[in-house]
């Protein structure tokens, strides 16, 4: 496995965020020793989501994830919980950059609501 993957699923991640939310802010926050980078949080009038790095996925948790529409069913994780929903990639899925990119711009729609 390349341990490269990560870095590179997350660049790609950053650039659908930009390209679907221009005016996206970007910002590292709850550093701590075990992550001393902390952890990619994107904002537009509220929070829209955050990117986390693990040894095996990188995890995209959406705020209000459980109020958005997912008619492409790109969620895959945190299905049950209260308000958010998060997609776990791994370095074989293949993600639905579309279907992505119409979840940030939902979450934006909602915090702009």
Avoid at 12 to 17: E, G, K, N, S
Avoid at 64 to 77: R, T, W, Y
Avoid at 103 to 112: D, G, H, S, Y
Wanted: hydrophobic share 45%; with cysteine; charged share 25%.
């Amino acid at each position: 496995m390349n341990p490269e993957w990560r870095d590179a699923r997350v660049e790609h991640i950053r650039a659908l965020i930009g390209q679907a939310a221009p005016g996206v802010v970007e910002e590292a926050k709850w550093k701590k020793a075990s992550n001393p980078d902390g952890v990619p949080t994107f904002t537009l009038d509220g929070l829209i989501c955050t990117v986390e790095t693990y040894k095996d996925k990188v995890k995209v948790t959406f705020a209000k994830g459980a109020s958005l529409p997912d008619p492409a069913k790109v969620f895959n994780a945190s299905l049950t919980a209260g308000t958010r929903r998060a997609v776990d990639l791994t370095e074989s899925d293949v993600l639905d950059d579309d279907a992505f990119v119409a979840l940030i711009q939902a979450a934006v729609a909602l915090n702009q609501a």
